[in-house]
């Protein structure tokens, strides 16, 4: 079974081909706005909506070229001539920005409509956690069946993006409990705010995360000491803060002469000093929640996941715990939002749709993991 995801709930309009049978992708191509959205030092959604509304077609031409090879089809107002290649399409329905998940959700519901399709509704923060699970090139992970692997399962999620920081107990694919998650910016949203205070370009994380590589112990600036406070770190539950990080960091900023500040050497210790802060929080609140619920894996998700950083301490901290449990991690493409994620997600729901009305299928900005009813 082969099922076409698209994606449009923030700055990447993306769409993707996944082979149900072993999460084989078959085409995955982003399109993504940050280039569009730099000069805003975030994502300005009626840009991004009339963007993905530009992008759409072409994007989805890109992946039927790329999963099927050029000769196979010819899309013409919409028409795949080739029947059956596809047998259901994908959809994020939410979280996100509504106006820019509209663009995506009506045209998939066009084609849908067009190609007789079910239509499947994706929730972006599964998608992320089943982007774990996908198959790509030759870095496949077994599971005998990953929907409830026994080997894999209970599991906690640290889904870390631009718009989401949420701890997440998965019971197994489609079941899940919400641990905790940020009272105020998420992880990404604070890289982002952080790197826009130090003068550093949109998205903040990939910007911090290449600038505190330069860092070292010998550095003679290491006398400048920085000390940024790990917000929430010892609170007993799983909540998350980021918002006074990125405050105290604006007032460190604030009191430094100008010469101190321009300086590479200080953009460098901060860039060092906010990343270990983040990665420390997500790293502990995490492990905690792997001892009190006794998982046998962590999984993360989302943009910040693809930080190396974070991968490396988790990875450490498993061994230091000596915590028998699995790590999964997806590549980085795989991390920041694309359509293969929500392709594959639909596998796991294409029986309970494929009869379904399209009108079922809406936007709901808000969307949570456990408010499953609309599955
Ligand atoms: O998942 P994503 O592509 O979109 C959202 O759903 O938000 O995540 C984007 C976020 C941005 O805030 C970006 O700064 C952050 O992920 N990010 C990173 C890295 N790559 C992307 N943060 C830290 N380190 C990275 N390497
Ligand atoms: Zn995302």
Redesign the pocket.
Known sequence: MKILGIET??D?TASAIIECYGLKILSNVVHSQIELHKKWGGVYPTLAKREHSKNLLPVLIKALKEGFGGSKFKIQNFKLQTPKIIDAIAVTIGP?LEPCLWQGINFAKELAEKWQLPLIPVN?IEA?IISNFICQNSNCQVFSNPESDSKLFPAVALIV????TQLILVEKIGQYKLLGETRDD?A??C??KCARILGLSY????A??KLAQEWKLQSPISKLKIKLPRPMIYSKDYDFSFSGLKTAVLYDWQKRPDKIKKSKEYVIMMAKEIQQAIVEVLVAKTIQAAHEFKVKSIILG???A???E?RSQFKLKIESCKLKINFLVPPENL???NAAMVAATGCFYYEKFKTKSLKEVFAQGNLSLSEKEFI
């Not at 993006?161 to 989401?164: A, D, I, K, P, V």
């Not at 998205?203 to 990939?206: A, V």
Request: aromatic fraction near 4%; charge should be negative.
């Open positions: 709930s923030c990447e996100g972006h992320h993006s631009g718009g989401h998420a990404g949203e890289f982002d998205p903040g994380g990939p911090i995360a989302g943009g910040v693809a930080n190396k974070l991390c920041t939002d």
